[in-house]
């Protein structure tokens, strides 16, 4: 590549974090000595396949020459530079030098690069209703066309407050925890948890935190920092950040308004109320057998 891509990908580059472990330049120009790197090598593809492998690197920027290298170091190659003759219409595509032109790169260099990392795990939501478990009522068609088993999920959910009846704390500064165990039909308070409020975010005082609530499914709070908040989607628990004061008893409500499966009961019950009151006024709009 010459002096004036080397420039421009390095300086992308270091801005997103990603290492030039090698830069092999056809000819020394004065603008080599201002690349973010300890070291340029003028040389040829020679040098570049040697020092790439010795770098053991995860992706060539070169042109059509340095195809061969890369189908050798079973590694992508974004072409760039001249020439490029395997493929049709680089040359009409914007790498550097404007918004578009940047954006493009990265979109390249993350389609190159995505086989290479490994996948990450499908997230299966909690709320996630089982079919498996949803029975047909034993009336058969009524208001509510699917009934739930007889023993109802139940979370225990954990809320940051300094009063125990409203959500108004920071998760890392509350003083206390009410925990309630929630299930579709009602809620009912399990204990407080009680913490010497203190500053900072010590991990000896996240610990003791994370042990408390280690039998919640979610913890409610005005705010949360996100290294802790990993730390408690990593032992299980969700974070739900609630951003202004509210009434425990009221954040209840909503979450058993909003239970899986309630919403879709409930939108069931509109349809067969729909149907019954339609086929009431078609019946009275019906002429009707007068036996005598």
């Given at each position: 590549m010459e002096?004036?891509?080397?420039?421009?990908?390095?300086?992308?580059?270091?801005?997103?974090?990603?290492?030039?472990?090698?830069?092999?330049?056809?000819?020394?120009?004065p603008q080599l000595a201002t690349l973010p790197v300890d070291k340029v090598?003028?040389?040829?593809?020679?040098?570049?396949?040697?020092?790439?492998?010795?770098?053991?690197?995860?992706?060539?920027l070169s042109n059509s020459h340095a195809v061969s290298i890369a189908k050798k170091m079973a590694i992508p190659l974004l072409r760039i530079g001249i020439p490029v003759h395997d493929q049709f219409g680089c040359f009409?595509?914007?790498f550097i030098g404007f918004y578009?032109?940047?954006?493009?790169?990265?979109?390249?260099l993350a389609n190159l690069l995505r086989?290479?990392?490994?996948?990450?795990?499908?997230?299966?939501?909690?709320?996630?209703?089982?079919?498996?478990?949803?029975?047909?009522?034993?009336?058969?068609?009524?208001?509510?066309?699917?009934?739930?088993?007889k023993t109802p999920y139940k979370?225990?959910?954990?809320?940051?407050?300094?009063?125990?009846?409203?959500?108004?704390?920071?998760?890392?500064?509350?003083?206390?925890?009410?925990?309630?165990?929630v299930s579709v039909q009602s809620s009912k308070h399990l204990r407080t948890v009680d913490f010497i409020a203190s500053e900072g975010h010590n991990q000896?005082?996240?610990?003791?935190?994370?042990?408390?609530?280690?039998?919640?499914f979610a913890v409610y709070c005005l705010?949360?920092?996100?290294?802790?908040?990993?730390?408690?989607?990593?032992?299980?628990?969700?974070?739900?950040?609630?951003?202004?004061?509210?009434?425990?008893?009221?954040l209840l409500t909503q979450i058993q308004d909003n239970w899986p499966g309630e919403i879709a009961l409930r939108q069931q019950r509109q349809v067969n109320k729909k149907q019954d009151s339609d086929y009431f006024e078609k019946l009275a709009d019906s002429e009707w057998d007068v036996e005598n």
């Open positions: 002096a004036d891509h080397l420039t421009a990908f390095s300086a992308l580059f270091e801005t997103v974090n990603i290492k030039s472990a090698v830069i092999i330049a056809p000819s020394n120009q090598q003028i040389g040829d593809l020679q040098d570049l396949q040697e020092q790439a492998m010795q770098e053991d690197v995860d992706l060539l009409a595509k914007s578009q032109g940047i954006r493009n790169t990265l979109f390249e086989h290479e990392v490994h996948s990450i795990p499908v997230y299966h939501s909690p709320l996630k209703q089982d079919l498996t478990q949803i029975q047909k009522h034993p009336g058969g068609q009524s208001m509510d066309e699917f009934a739930f088993p979370w225990n959910i954990a809320f940051a407050s300094n009063d125990q009846r409203h959500l108004n704390e920071h998760f890392g500064s509350c003083p206390q925890f009410a925990i309630y165990s000896q005082k996240i610990n003791a935190r994370l042990s408390a609530l280690q039998d919640c705010a949360c920092g996100n290294p802790v908040r990993q730390q408690l989607m990593a032992n299980g628990i969700r974070v739900v950040i609630h951003p202004q004061d509210e009434l425990i008893a009221d």
